[in-house]
């Protein structure tokens, strides 16, 4: 029992030693490591029926835009949109005769279309067209402009077509419209004026007040008096190169309704009045001191500047500016200048807009 009992302790003492032991892998070792590895691999290979347990893998939604979500798909520099047209497809015309096409186009791109774009004929039948005309005028985005070509109906009866486009200034056609005709014999009735609308709001870079110090100022559109008690006009500047120059302007609607005031400029001060006038670039010598002759508006209370009215003088003084590229106007308060109790009395505009209606020959 002795002996059993030493040679039990023995086999426990060699066992803890062993596992007391730090296992290394030495140089001569390593081909028996990649034996081992090579094995692993092969039984890996190997069919088995053990089921092992893979993590799933949830794939991640897509964002898809929410109605009224902002994207980001960028605007083009140069885009235009159909607005109206004179002579529209299969009108009969008797062969042989003159005729004016015309076509509205707004600019819905990000780049204003300089003078130097071009309406160019691409193909078709060109009727007597010219084979290239300037724009003429800038179109901003978001204005509108009328393009007319001067054509001829062909000789022979049937129907004809020609198409042309708009061209950038480097020579890139990104815009399409045609006109389409039927060259008849005889007489055929005679078609109405086309007629076409547009609002002209006030060019903001081009207009502001003008102080009777001197003092110019191209972000306020105020006109009455200050707590200094000197007076304040102002200067308001519309782009009328969208109008073609024979047309015809049948009505001008005032809508200068966009307004607030402070304290009590009509009470104070008399009527409101507006005056042709034309300027460069606002200065000093743009006011104009006293009272003045010649107005086309008038309003004498909030109400009447409120009320978006035709005006008959609005009307034939625009007629008369046919073919500049600017209706420019001085609104001020014309019976006194202030009434001198150091308090500011104003009429403070917002957008400040015509409405007009014209017809082309």
Not at 122 to 134: E, F, I, K, N, R
Not at 209 to 214: E, I
Not at 273 to 278: D, G, S
């Amino acid at each position: 029992m002795i002996v059993k009992s030493r040679f039990a302790m023995l086999f426990i003492i060699i066992a803890l030693a062993f596992t007391a032991c730090t296992f290394r892998i030495t140089p001569k070792d390593d081909s028996a490591v990649k034996t081992a590895v090579a094995l692993t691999v092969m039984a890996q290979q190997q069919p088995t029926n053990t089921q092992v347990m893979l993590p799933t893998i949830t794939a991640l939604p897509t964002l898809t835009p929410q109605p009224g979500e902002p994207t980001n798909t960028p605007q083009p520099c140069n885009k235009a949109a159909a607005i109206s047209e004179t002579y529209p497809d299969d009108s009969e015309l008797v062969k042989g005769s003159d005729f004016d096409k015309s076509w509205r186009l707004k600019n819905i791109g990000t780049c204003t279309w300089n003078a130097n774009y071009r309406v160019v004929f691409s193909s078709g039948d060109q009727m007597s067209g010219v084979d290239a005309q300037l724009l003429g005028s800038s179109v901003a985005p978001g204005e509108m402009v009328d393009i007319i070509v001067d054509l001829t109906t062909p000789n022979s009866t049937g129907t004809y077509k020609g198409i042309w486009k708009l061209q950038d200034d480097s020579g890139e056609n990104f815009a399409t419209f045609w006109v389409q005709i039927k060259a008849v014999s005889g007489a055929v009735p005679v078609l109405p004026p086309a007629v076409a609308a547009l609002s002209l709001s006030q060019k903001s870079n081009e207009g502001g007040s003008v102080r009777s110090d001197g003092s110019v100022m191209s972000t306020l559109y105020n006109v009455g008096d200050l707590n200094t008690n000197g007076g304040s006009q102002v200067f308001a500047s519309f782009d009328i190169s969208g109008i073609p120059a024979g047309a015809t302007i049948t009505e001008v609607k005032v809508d200068f309704s966009d307004f607030d005031m402070l304290d009590d400029p009509f009470g104070d001060l008399g009527c409101l009045r507006a005056y042709v006038q034309n300027y460069n670039a606002m200065d000093a010598g743009d006011y104009v001191g006293g009272a003045a002759a010649g107005a086309i508006g008038r309003w004498c209370t909030a109400a009447e500047l409120q009320t978006v009215a035709v005006d008959d003088d609005f009307k034939s003084e625009l007629q008369n500016k046919l073919g500049d590229t600017r209706f420019q106007i001085r609104l001020q308060f014309n019976d006194r200048t202030s009434d001198n109790d150091n308090t500011g009395d104003m009429v403070r505009f917002g957008s400040m807009t015509l409405h007009v209606t014209y017809e082309l020959p």
